[in-house]
């Protein structure tokens, strides 16, 4: 089934000259209350300027994904850390947890639309998501010219999940 158009977030995107940095900062802030409540740490690290050509919401949009995923994922007492940094001509965003984490075959299937982890918890009422954020997230990467990983050690090993875009000249 394809997404829709909505869904995709294939509607123009409003290309500008942003640094990362604050664009992540923000949302890092804007959720941090919720990981508070949830007696998870959130630490933001930022190492230099990360100019990129990009749709600052459509960007908050795929960091808000990510970070909300890691809360969900996180247990009491965890710990999640964003980096933000300037990496071989991409602006390098990383979102690292030390929740459920991922089995290997999981690490792709993620990013198909629907694909939800067996057994993984949810919270809320929720039910956990719709599992087609991370779809859009990686389509919105891609779209700007980037990518969207994720790599962990294996089920409760945490994970990480790293957006690339290219910098700006």
């Keep these: ?29 804007r959720l941090r209350p919720q990981a508070t409540d949830a007696t998870i740490e959130v630490q933001f690290d930022r190492y230099g300027q ?26 009491e007492g965890g710990r999640i850390t964003v980096h933000c940094q300037p990496e071989a001509g991409h602006g ?8 459920e984490g991922l089995a290997s075959d ?18 809320g009422s929720d039910g956990g998501g719709s599992g087609i954020g991370l779809t859009i997230a990686r389509h919105l990467a891609e779209r700007h010219g980037g990518s969207l990983t994720a790599t962990s050690a294996g089920r409760g090993q945490g ?11």
């Design 1 to 29: 089934p394809i997404l829709s158009r909505d869904e995709e977030g294939v509607e123009s995107l409003d290309l500008q000259l942003v640094d990362l940095a604050p664009v992540v900062e923000r949302v890092v802030a």
């Design 50 to 75: 990360t100019p990129v050509l990009a749709d600052a919401d459509r960007i908050a949009q795929v960091i808000t994904n990510l970070v909300g995923n890691a809360i969900r994922a996180t247990r």
């Design 92 to 99: 390098v965003v990383q979102v690292t947890d030390t929740g």
């Design 106 to 123: 999981d690490l792709e299937r993620i990013f198909e639309r629907f694909y939800r982890v067996p057994g993984r918890r949810s919270s």
């Design 159 to 169: 994970a990480t999940f790293t957006l690339r875009l290219p910098l700006a000249s």
